[in-house]
């Protein structure tokens, strides 16, 4: 069962929340990061991405990007821009975009869980963005960004959030850049603290939605916390790292589209013959919606037509992950007739966000591509059967929006 602690956060002061929340640091690049910061002394890409206040030409891992960021950080809590609570609390953390709402609780969870797989992955791990955010955790003594978990919430949880946002006001309300508003309610009460620890208790089974590298390291900076201390008692902060864990009715997952720069060789007559073959194939009159409108079904660009395709019951196995559409269209088309055998390293195949719309794949198709697949979003049961058997999805099968920010909880190990 799970073990979802409440903790006492640093955070912004209330009048600073605003210009500290950014971006997750790995949707943000150097040079992005860079401009950020030159307009915003308090933005916490500072602490998550603090190469911005070294030489441009210092490396990424370099050993002074750690110490920056923790000399950023210690900053930012001497000056008053971040302050740590004086106990432990939960936290709820509301997002709205274009009028949809998804509230979360932010607490810690425990890296036992993580190790013995309550908490559930579906992702691999990049060796070199786990160490880079390990070196910054264990530097910092603190995690930075929150890791987005999802579960199957009570209906006992759903109902004690809901009347305590209602009955009290947020500590933070704004809306960023793009559109997206957070909000933030400190539950401080001991009998809510409780009986958010005790439901959580109940629930077997948590995911991760998005934040597996940030997991992983945190997890690892634990393990290497308890070699140093092998009398801990496990009750340190450095057992637990920093999560908002979703009910998963709230949650929106995205499409994640594909691009491919040739047609491996065929003319787009063949291709499209082939196509053919393989899907039911129709093509999409101008003005209507390009989108696929349901599962098995995708949308392709090809010489400034839109096609819906829709995959033949028989391409589409039962098994939780080659039963994906990402997956049938890999098996079916992108492997076999394409010849992109593995999309991780493949230099003839990209990847869009569904945050960037359709226009965004037929920009590319104009610009450096030939084809573009538009796909129904993975849902987020077809993500937890992949976790519940053990398995992994293939590579960009989900986009969760909106991302969460970072600075708005700090949590101390």
Not at 158 to 170: G, S, V
Not at 220 to 225: E, M, P
Not at 344 to 366: A, N, P, Q, S, W
Not at 397 to 403: L, V
Request: with cysteine; proline share 5%; net charge negative.
């Amino acid at each position: 069962m799970a073990l979802f602690q409440a903790f006492r956060a640093v955070r912004p002061a209330s009048e600073k929340a605003e210009k500290v929340a950014a971006l997750p640091y790995d949707v943000v690049s150097r040079e992005e990061a860079r401009k950020i910061g030159e307009k915003n002394p308090e933005s916490f890409l500072h602490i998550d991405r603090a190469e911005m206040d070294l030489d441009p030409e210092t490396d990424l891992y370099d050993p002074m990007v750690y110490q920056k960021a923790r000399e950023n950080l210690d900053r930012f809590q001497k000056e008053g821009i971040l302050i740590q609570d004086e106990k432990p609390n939960y936290y709820l953390y509301e997002l709205i975009r274009k009028g949809r709402s998804q509230t979360g609780i932010v607490g810690v969870s425990s890296i036992d869980d993580y190790m013995n797989g309550v908490i559930k992955k579906h992702e691999l791990t990049r060796e070199d963005k786990e160490q880079d955010r390990i070196r910054h955790v264990d530097v910092c003594d603190a995690n930075t960004g929150p890791i987005f978990l999802a579960c199957r919430y009570p209906a006992e949880l759903l109902t004690l959030m809901e009347e305590w946002k209602n009955a009290h006001a947020p500590v933070y309300d704004f809306t960023s850049d793009d559109e997206i508003t957070h909000r933030v309610w400190v539950v401080d009460e001991e009998e809510k603290i409780r009986t958010i620890h005790s439901l959580f208790g109940g629930i077997s089974s948590i995911y991760i939605a998005d934040g597996h590298h940030r997991a992983a390291s945190a997890v690892k900076v634990g393990q290497k916390r308890r070699a140093e201390h092998p009398d801990y008692t496990g009750k340190e902060e450095f057992n637990y790292f920093l999560s908002v864990l979703f009910p998963d009715e709230e949650l929106m997952i995205m499409d994640y589209n594909r691009v491919v720069r040739d047609l491996g060789g065929m003319t787009e007559e063949a291709f499209l013959s082939k196509m053919q073959e393989l899907f039911d194939v129709q093509k999409i009159e101008n003005g209507n919606d390009v989108r696929p409108v349901k599962k098995g079904q995708f949308s392709m660009f090809l010489s400034d037509k839109w096609y819906r395709c829709t995959m033949r019951p028989e391409s589409v196995p039962e098994d939780p992950v080659e039963g994906l559409d990402v997956s049938v269209l890999q098996n079916v088309l992108l492997a076999p007739v394409l010849g992109i055998g593995d999309p991780k390293t493949d230099k003839r195949i990209d990847f869009v966000g569904g945050i960037r719309g359709m226009k965004e794949l037929e920009r590319r198709c104009h610009e450096d591509c030939q084809v573009a697949f538009a796909m129904y979003p993975t849902s987020i049961q077809e993500l937890f059967a992949v976790a519940d058997a053990g398995r992994l999805m293939p590579p960009k099968s989900t986009w969760f929006e909106p991302k969460l920010r970072s600075g708005l909880f700090i949590h101390e190990i």
